[in-house]
């Protein structure tokens, strides 16, 4: 497998407490319209999604040289589980530089190259109940109304077992439970479409690995993040990021988190993060008329309180602000401030505008650059502690 990342902590000592990355990106699917899924086709998102996530975590401070790295509002940092290795498969084949000056050729995510990643990605979070485990999926998925599966590249390949090339992700989730002690995160930017094809099939997808169901459990914090609801689609413009990984990577830049009780740094974990990718998801989408992509049911066990990420200052809320009747846009122009905080103004004539401000107190509001042509309409001392928001100012009320 092509491990593109593996810090020299992690080399000394395996079990040390670290975080181990898994990104699968499948969009060529070269045999798949010659399947029961014809209508799929292949997919330009998945390889540039994958390699958004994968820059993401390799410019923080534990994969860059001294000097180089990205804060932790921009970049991957926490100093619970330090970045300990990021492993890639991608097709259509292509390099891939890295941000510090590497250059590697992701392997193939066919299904025996995911399954025996997956294998390998596990043995890494068996020994140490501080590490953490990042999976990450860009690809097609299909439903049988109730669970998700996953295609791998190769689908359609195999004429014997066609099936084999689809795997099905809450039991290869059950048997991971059972088998790693890290706590274990799992984002999966694919459909939930129903198939026909699915249920009728004699052999199910089956998992990644071969495990009990009934086996001790040895690890209670994990979850399953899902770009979209039971029998919807998952979207992507072509030839660029999903809109939920987008809105992933959107809250993971400083937009989400809660002081930890130390009072040194933010801690990024399931339950705050979830909600910030819900709101970056529907901001994505404000020119979408009906049909938007919603963040699906999570699935998981634990506290969710276990820190993924790291942020070393507070939090801060994309806050985009317009007004009602439009007409007014001209002449008009948005503020925001605080207590310690001057005005800050941006004229309306081009449109909605937004400001990016800390979590905490704040007073916005619109007024008028033409004296008596309307009021000034402020609301005064919001506490503001969400990621992103819109408000629509009606200026005649």
Known sequence: M???????????????????????????????SNTVFGGLAALTSPKVSVEAVANWFLKGVDAMPAGQAKGSEEAFFNDEAPLGSVVMLT??????N???????????PSIDNIRMAYFEWLERLETNSNSRGIFYYCGHGVSDGLTQQLVADDFGENKI?????????????????????ASLFYFIDACMELSQEIINQVASP???????RTGAITTSEWAIL?????NRVAYAPPGDVGYFTGALLSALRGHCGI???????????????????SEFLDFGQSSVAADRQKVGATEGEGSWVVPMHMLSKRPSILLELDITPQGYRPIAQAFMEGAAVARDSQSLALGPVRFVREHGEWTYGANSTVPASFAEKSFSRKLLTSAAMRCLINIET
């Open 206 to 212: 089956q998992p990644l690995i071969d495990m009990s």
């Open 161 to 181: 077992k066609q099936y084999d090339a689809i795997f099905h992700l809450s039991n290869t989730v059950q048997g991971s439970i059972r088998k790693a002690k």
């Open 259 to 277: 002081e930890r009780a130390n009072g040194d740094k933010y801690a990024v974990d399931i339950s705050k993060l979830r909600s910030a990718i």
């Open 91 to 96: 097709s259509p084949s292509a390099t891939f």
């Open 2 to 32: 092509t491990l593109v990342f593996e810090s020299d902590a992690v080399k000394a000592d395996p079990s040390v407490a670290a975080t181990h990355v898994l990104l699968i990106g499948c969009g060529e699917y070269p045999s798949i």
């Open 98 to 108: 890295t941000p510090f000056g590497t250059t590697v050729t992701p392997t193939r």
């Open 226 to 230: 899902r770009a979209t609801t039971a």
